[in-house]
């Protein structure tokens, strides 16, 4: 899955109808994202859960063609029918800092 982008309106990522993870997020669109910010020193992971919904606002699909370029020929054979856009909002974050280890975990709703 590719994240797209995260804002007030929710997180954003695509992924091919073709693909299993499009055939398991059908299935049960219960999700858990993690992201960490890369650091060893200072370790710092989010894990977001909740629930994504598929859509296909094709103005939104297009967006992000022409801000990828790499889907720009699978676009071009396939159309954008094959290209699931999924959102994620309303879920809730878990912050977990490596200094912070043993303390309980923040919790963000997002």
């Not at 912070?100 to 997002?110: D, H, M, R, S, T």
Request: proline share 4%; glycine share 6%; aromatic share 8%.
């Amino acid at each position: 899955m590719l994240l797209y982008r995260a804002d007030e309106r929710g997180i954003v990522f695509h992924t091919g109808k073709m693909r299993d993870l499009h055939r398991q997020l059908t299935a049960n669109p219960q999700v858990e994202l993690s992201f960490n910010n890369g650091s060893e020193e200072d370790l710092t992971q989010i894990r977001i859960s909740g629930t994504v919904e598929l859509g296909e606002d094709l103005e939104l699909k297009k967006d992000i063609v022409r801000d990828r370029d790499f889907l720009k020929p699978f676009v071009e054979r396939a159309g954008y029918e094959p290209l699931a856009v999924y959102r994620l909002r309303n879920g809730t974050a878990s912050i977990w800092r490596m200094r912070a280890n043993l303390e309980p975990k923040e919790l963000v709703q997002v």
